[in-house]
């Protein structure tokens, strides 16, 4: 089992930018797939963001074009680079490790993101 810790959250004004990262305690294998996810308050988690082994990534619609996400396999960690923060962004953003292998997710415990307008 993995644990997962992300960082990077806090307060920011719209139109400004944070970089989340997601680090792992244990190794992330290259063929695990890496979500973000979020949950704004009153709302289901959805999912933002996901990069395979191969380094295929792709993105909720809403967020397609301001956030970028990606790994480094060899520090175990992911992250995910949001710019042009709007105030609809704002939630916990969680981050998960899908292992193939394992056939389970892995969830960390979550990082708050408020973006003011």
């Known amino acids: 089992q993995v644990q997962l810790v992300e960082s990077g959250g806090g307060l920011v004004q719209a139109g400004g930018s944070l970089k989340l990262s997601c680090a792992a305690s244990?190794?992330?294998?290259?063929?695990?797939?890496m979500r973000w996810y979020r949950q704004a308050p009153g709302k289901q988690r959805e999912l933002v963001a996901a990069?395979?082994?191969?380094?295929?990534?792709n993105y909720a619609d809403s967020v397609l074009g301001r956030f970028t996400i990606s790994r480094d396999n060899a520090k175990n960690t992911m992250y995910l680079q949001m710019s042009s923060l709007k105030p609809e962004d704002t939630g916990v953003y969680y981050c998960?490790?899908?292992?193939?292998?394992?056939?389970?997710?892995?969830w960390g415990q979550g990082t708050q993101v408020t973006v003011s307008s």
């Open positions: 998960s490790r899908y292992s193939p292998i394992a056939s389970r997710d892995d």
């Open positions: 244990g190794t992330i294998f290259s063929f695990d797939v």
């Open positions: 990069i395979t082994g191969g380094s295929r990534t």
